[in-house]
């Protein structure tokens, strides 16, 4: 479970957007993370231009829409088209269009309600309990927050999860509702911490290979879960900063080469593979997420 302040849209204008030199006395020596001001000056006059694009659409001034969708978030989208701005306005058109048909706008704060295999069931979204019920131990999957002002961090255990199991019993589709709501969750919680510290703040995902075997591995899963994935993707731009698999098999790299092509580009290029082994080189790229001392 997660402990934060609300989170709340507000314009990027706003004061509570930190600035460089509020913040540069107290920067943590692998926080490379860049400032929300620098960004928005940077893509200034792209950010209008997607504004003036996106505002013809009868959503974006749908009840707080307007607000909501502000400065901050249309840049998330240029971030990830790389300044192309009509790439940028057509994926934020589509996302305001799947956020409206999963009415993800009318489920209020739902930080406290990310996925906890030990946490109360009752204020869990179904479908995520329903994903969870295939671990085979209560830290097989854990979400937390080591630090306030860094990241959310998410460790899976593969090996701990019956991926067989969960290949026959759960549909692509079951896998982008439960998928949806774990990215919902994680993103309230990352775009209120980027707001109040003034640095763009992303997800760090630690897969732990430990105790999987080839012949525990479903590659009807691994298709399922590329699927859900991919289905996904362009909703939640710059959400995830780095998936690293930990204590990988030798095996592992060779069929990553063959279940790459399932799974979105964006996720494929911040996915790097660690041995049991990890070197103090090889802990920077977790020290860009969390601080040492957590």
Same mark, same amino acid.
């Given at each position: 479970?997660?402990?934060?302040?609300?989170?709340?849209?507000?314009?990027?204008?706003?004061?509570?957007?930190?600035?460089?030199?509020?913040?540069?006395? $107290?920067?943590?020596?692998?926080? &490379?993370?860049?400032?929300?001001?620098?960004?928005?000056?940077?893509?200034?006059?792209?950010?209008?231009?997607?504004?003036?694009?996106?505002? &013809?659409?009868?959503?974006?001034?749908?009840? &707080? $829409?307007?607000?909501?969708?502000?400065?901050? /978030?249309?840049?998330?989208?240029?971030?990830?088209?790389?300044?192309?701005?009509?790439?940028?306005?057509?994926?934020?058109?589509? %996302?305001? #269009?799947?956020?409206?048909?999963?009415?993800?706008?009318?489920?209020?704060?739902?930080? #406290?309600? %990310?996925? *906890?295999?030990?946490?109360?069931?009752?204020?869990?979204?179904?479908?995520?309990?329903?994903?969870? *019920?295939?671990?085979?131990?209560?830290?097989?999957?854990?979400?937390?927050?080591?630090?306030?002002?860094?990241?959310?961090?998410?460790?899976?255990?593969?090996?701990?999860?019956?991926?067989?199991?969960?290949?026959?019993?759960?549909?692509?589709?079951?896998?982008?509702?439960?998928?949806?709501?774990?990215?919902?969750?994680?993103?309230?919680?990352?775009?209120?911490?980027?707001?109040?510290?003034?640095?763009?703040?992303?997800?760090?995902?630690?897969?732990?290979?430990?105790?999987?075997?080839?012949? &525990?591995?479903?590659?009807?899963?691994?298709?399922?879960?590329?699927?859900?994935?991919?289905? *996904?993707?362009?909703?939640?731009?710059?959400?995830?900063?780095?998936?690293?698999?930990?204590?990988?098999? *030798?095996?592992?790299? $060779?069929?990553?080469?063959?279940?790459?092509?399932?799974?979105?580009?964006?996720?494929?290029?911040?996915?790097?593979?660690?041995?049991?082994?990890?070197?103090?080189?090889?802990?920077?790229?977790? /020290?860009?997420?969390?601080?040492?001392?957590?």
């Amino acid at each position: 479970m997660f402990s934060c302040c609300k989170s709340s849209h507000t314009s990027s204008s706003s004061s509570s957007i930190m600035s460089p030199s509020s913040k540069s006395s $107290n920067v943590a020596p692998h926080d &490379d993370r860049p400032f929300i001001s620098d960004l928005l000056k940077e893509y200034s006059s792209e950010i209008e231009s997607v504004r003036s694009i996106i505002q &013809d659409d009868n959503l974006y001034n749908k009840g &707080d $829409n307007s607000t909501r969708y502000d400065d901050i /978030w249309i840049l998330r989208f240029l971030l990830s088209h790389k300044k192309n701005v009509e790439k940028a306005a057509k994926a934020a058109i589509k %996302t305001m #269009h799947y956020r409206e048909e999963m009415k993800l706008n009318e489920l209020g704060d739902i930080r #406290h309600r %990310t996925g *906890s295999i030990t946490g109360p069931t009752s204020i869990q979204f179904p479908m995520v309990v329903k994903y969870q *019920s295939f671990c085979k131990n209560p830290s097989a999957i854990i979400n937390t927050l080591p630090n306030k002002d860094r990241g959310i961090v998410t460790y899976l255990n593969i090996g701990g999860v019956n991926t067989k199991k969960l290949a026959k019993e759960m549909s692509v589709e079951d896998l982008q509702e439960a998928y949806m709501y774990f990215n919902e969750c994680t993103f309230q919680i990352l775009d209120e911490v980027t707001r109040r510290t003034g640095k763009l703040t992303k997800w760090l995902k630690i897969l732990d290979c430990d105790g999987l075997y080839f012949t &525990d591995l479903s590659m009807k899963y691994v298709q399922k879960d590329g699927a859900a994935n991919k289905a *996904s993707d362009c909703f939640y731009p710059q959400l995830l900063g780095a998936m690293l698999i930990v204590n990988s098999p *030798s095996w592992a790299q $060779n069929i990553w080469k063959v279940i790459r092509p399932f799974f979105p580009v964006r996720v494929v290029e911040k996915i790097n593979f660690f041995g049991s082994d990890i070197n103090p080189e090889d802990k920077k790229h977790f /020290w860009r997420y969390i601080s040492e001392e957590s």
